[in-house]
């Protein structure tokens, strides 16, 4: 089993949309968990951080369930600037594990 | 304050050539990594260095070595370039965000091994 499992998409959405990918890990004992986001042939930027009771950031809410082993990532109200490669990333001791990605390609 | 930076940011190469990234990060972290990018295979860890003076092998390190030149800087090279190592490099460090550790990046390399 992979340890950090995305679905690739695409995920076509047009503008306005609501949007959710989720991600699942396979170490239990993983400390911390984050989403980043990566725009074609750019390097990867950190969005936000995952917390077990849940954050929000503006548009994107990001979720963890530690029973079930998945993170997830909602956006709402999408902008064609939210175009690109959502990575979900899981901390253990330091080490961090990238999923390989979910692309999304918002449309006008 | 300019982050992580990597230079070149594009390469050419034939085989049986050699070459040095170069990695450098100005936000004082201890922790300095190496990742290949290929499609449908996302970040792969080469090399990392927990501090300066130390370094470990990631998941692909055959075919590279390192140098934790000192703490700012972590360079990557390859001794005999390869077509398999056509790939886009990044460097990154590790810093903190809230209580946990996460890591920033650099501009990235793309090789082309000929």
Same mark, same amino acid.
């Given at each position: !089993?992979?340890?950090?499992?995305?679905? *690739?998409? *695409?995920?076509?959405?047009?503008?306005?949309?609501?949007?959710?990918?989720? =991600?699942? &890990?396979?170490n239990?004992a993983s400390q911390?968990?984050?989403? &980043? !986001?990566?725009? =074609? !042939?750019?390097? *990867?930027?950190?969005?936000?951080?995952?917390?077990?009771?849940?954050?929000?950031?503006? !548009?994107?809410?990001?979720?963890?369930?530690?029973?079930?082993? &998945?993170?997830?990532?909602?956006?709402?109200?999408?902008? %064609?600037?939210?175009?690109?490669? &959502? %990575? =979900?990333?899981v901390n253990f001791y330091s080490t961090?594990t990238?999923?390989?990605?979910?692309?999304?390609?918002?449309?006008? | $304050? /300019?982050?992580? #930076?990597? #230079? @070149?940011?594009?390469?050419?190469?034939?085989?049986?050539?050699?070459?040095?990234?170069?990695? /450098?990060?100005?936000? $004082?972290?201890?922790?300095?990594?190496?990742?290949?990018?290929? @499609?449908?295979?996302?970040?792969?860890?080469?090399?990392?260095? /927990?501090?300066?003076? #130390?370094?470990?092998?990631?998941?692909?390190?055959?075919?590279?070595?390192?140098?934790?030149?000192?703490?700012?800087?972590?360079?990557?090279?390859?001794?005999?370039?390869?077509?398999?190592? #056509?790939?886009?490099?990044?460097? /990154?460090?590790?810093?903190? +965000?809230?209580?946990?550790?996460?890591?920033?990046?650099? @501009?990235?390399?793309?090789?082309? +091994?000929?």
């Amino acid at each position: !089993r992979k340890e950090v499992e995305q679905d *690739p998409g *695409p995920f076509n959405v047009p503008e306005g949309a609501t949007v959710a990918f989720n =991600c699942t &890990y396979s170490n239990s004992a993983s400390q911390s968990f984050f989403w &980043y !986001r990566q725009d =074609c !042939r750019k390097e *990867p930027k950190l969005l936000m951080s995952v917390y077990s009771s849940g954050n929000e950031d503006g !548009r994107f809410t990001a979720q963890l369930n530690r029973a079930s082993q &998945y993170i997830s990532l909602l956006i709402r109200d999408s902008k %064609l600037s939210d175009s690109a490669t &959502y %990575l =979900c990333v899981v901390n253990f001791y330091s080490t961090l594990t990238f999923g390989k990605g979910t692309m999304l390609l918002v449309s006008p | $304050n /300019a982050g992580v #930076t990597q #230079t @070149p940011k594009f390469q050419v190469l034939k085989t049986g050539q050699s070459m040095t990234l170069q990695c /450098a990060q100005d936000m $004082n972290h201890n922790s300095m990594y190496w990742y290949r990018q290929d @499609p449908g295979m996302g970040l792969r860890l080469i090399y990392y260095s /927990a501090s300066e003076g #130390t370094t470990d092998k990631g998941e692909v390190p055959n075919g590279y070595n390192v140098s934790r030149l000192n703490k700012r800087e972590f360079s990557l090279r390859l001794e005999s370039a390869a077509p398999s190592q #056509t790939s886009v490099y990044f460097c /990154a460090s590790t810093g903190t +965000v809230g209580a946990a550790d996460t890591q920033y990046f650099g @501009p990235g390399t793309r090789l082309t +091994v000929l």
